[in-house]
């Protein structure tokens, strides 16, 4: 889910004003500090003299802000089949239209079907549907090039940023489903235009009766429902125009894909897990987690306190010193540590949107636990172990520990598996060097893909990750790309020696 954030508290718009823009609440005392790195006088001397300018760029914020798209939600499963078939019919009417081109043109290479101007019909149609058939593009979008052609992975891209919004009639028969009727008199004030919109439902914002400032995310009509017909539907789909490759087998992907979906649609799951969260992180000084309104919450509403703040790929403005966007990146990098090995509680969804940078209290703001996941003790131990055979350059520890995981089949020749060790190798890069690591300037990512792209076509790696491990791959990946957008460079190898010295079975 897109992130909350906007202006200051009590700025929100009342019934029939002109809807804002952007907009955010809440914040409390504290400073964040580097992982090991105490807090000093000189460093919040510095927090305080850039606080000014937060508030500035705050403000900026909410005068730049724009106002979202809206378009009513397909809720029945007749409909939401008729727009996927209407997308195949689009896919091939676009495939008949290119082999004229090309006809025309004297060129007869490549598919008809897998062109750009196909792969934009795919992310329009589904930034329409939105529910799980738009979540399922956006998971795919993260498997990159390893297993979609290159004009269908950067296109899909897109489906990470903003949804079509419901339009009001549709949202207010949602509200009256979840609440009852006259459900507009437990509020103060309600904001009709949406801070954003995202696969699964849209945030607006609240004043409650009382004087409460709250976040209300709410979720689309039909979504819960469509999940395993939207999923089977739109893989066929994919599969028979072949932008999705024939010879991979999704099933296991699909069925880890359908159970995620369904632990998301369930809004009283995320309320306990930011409960939970908010339990697990409430000594650390670094984050804050929105509290739960309980009364307000069903499970199709979740109802949270008003984070303000400001996207935290922000702190890479002029406004922020070098040393900040160090510290948090540090202690996002610490803090994925901790879930892994600690918690063993994950929240999977990396997408810098969920997290917000709080200038009053120096802190980065944690908004969306959809994504959170158990993370079986056996995984985090298997993890914890390729960890420690980076760290010591021991690839036949790295070989074992990948086959366990299930990445490397048992019995692989001997090319095969040297090429995945290298690959396993290659993505820890970050902590096996002693030193501090740029990630703004590293190109690990392109190498990352580059190598993918070697395994699946010149080693015949086409199989996605073991099921149990693809959020957890997503949330490592993810992080890797936070500290690139923030600018960070800290010393990672050093963080995760630490980490991995509290576990119990520490060698």
Known sequence: MRSVFGRPSGAVRRRGQAPPESGAAGVVDGECAAPGRPRTASSSARGRAGRAGCAARLNAVVARG??????????????????????????????VAEGVRR??????????????????????RLSGMRGAAMKLGQLLSMEGEDLLPPEVASALLMLRADADAMPPSQLRRVLGRAWGKGWEGRFREFDWEPIAAASIGQVHRAVAADGRELALKIQYPGVSRSIASDVDNLAATLRISRILPRDVDLRELIAEVKRQLRQEVDYRIEAEHLRRYGALLADEPCFRVPGVVKEFTTTRVLAMERLIGLPIEDL?????????????????FQLLLRELFGYRFVQTDPNLANYLWLPESQQVGLVDLGAAREIPERLARLYAQLCRAALRGDRRELGRAAEEMGFLPPGEPSERREALIDFVELTCEPFATGSSYDFAASDLPARVREAATRLAFRHGFRKPPPPETLFVQRKLGGTFLQCARLGACFGARAILEDELARLPDAA
Do not use: C, F, W, Y
């Open 66 to 95: 724009k106002k979202q798209r809206r378009s009513r939600v397909p809720t029945g499963r007749l409909e939401r089949l008729a727009r996927i078939g209407l997308l195949a019919g689009e896919i091939a009417a676009g495939g």
């Open 103 to 124: 006809l025309a043109g004297g060129d007869a290479s490549g598919s008809l079907l897998v062109t750009q101007a196909n792969a934009e019909r795919l992310t329009h």
């Open 316 to 332: 890479r403005g002029p406004d922020h010193p070098r040393e900040r966007r160090d510290r948090v990146g540090a202690a996002l």
